[in-house]
């Protein structure tokens, strides 16, 4: 019933920038977290930043300062906006959000994930 869409990944020189979206299909009540992970081969699925419904962000060290977690309620859309990236970004970027479905109780939805790689 609910689905999560990522786009916006891709092949980036180190430096450059690249913009994930979100997006969220079917009957949703409430959006509590939106998340980003990210997971590289052999590797676990990490915690790169979070938002929640009050706006309040966390970002994992390693990313901190560049770069950023926004939502768009309305929408139904997270993004995450990375700039001066460095090869040891390269990973798959997953979206997971903690929402309510109509007649369900609250629960984590995630997204199918989207490349990004970092080299030149």
């Known amino acids: 019933q609910v689905q999560l869409v990522e786009s916006g990944g891709g092949l980036v020189q180190p430096g450059g920038s690249l913009r994930l979206s979100c997006v969220a299909s079917g009957s949703i009540v409430s959006i509590n977290t939106m998340g980003w992970y990210r997971q590289a081969p052999g590797k676990q699925r990490d915690l790169v930043a979070s938002?929640?419904?009050?706006?309040?962000?966390s970002y994992a060290d390693s990313v901190k300062d560049r770069f950023t977690i926004s939502r768009d309620n309305a929408k139904n859309t997270a993004y995450l906006q990375m700039n001066s990236l460095k090869p040891e970004d390269t990973a798959v970027y997953y979206c997971?959000?903690?929402?309510?479905?109509?007649?369900?109780?609250?629960?984590?939805?995630w997204g199918q994930g989207t490349q990004v790689t970092v080299s030149s």
């Open positions: 997971k959000w903690r929402l309510r479905r109509r007649f369900f109780s609250e629960a984590d939805y």
């Open positions: 938002i929640t419904s009050d706006g309040s962000t």
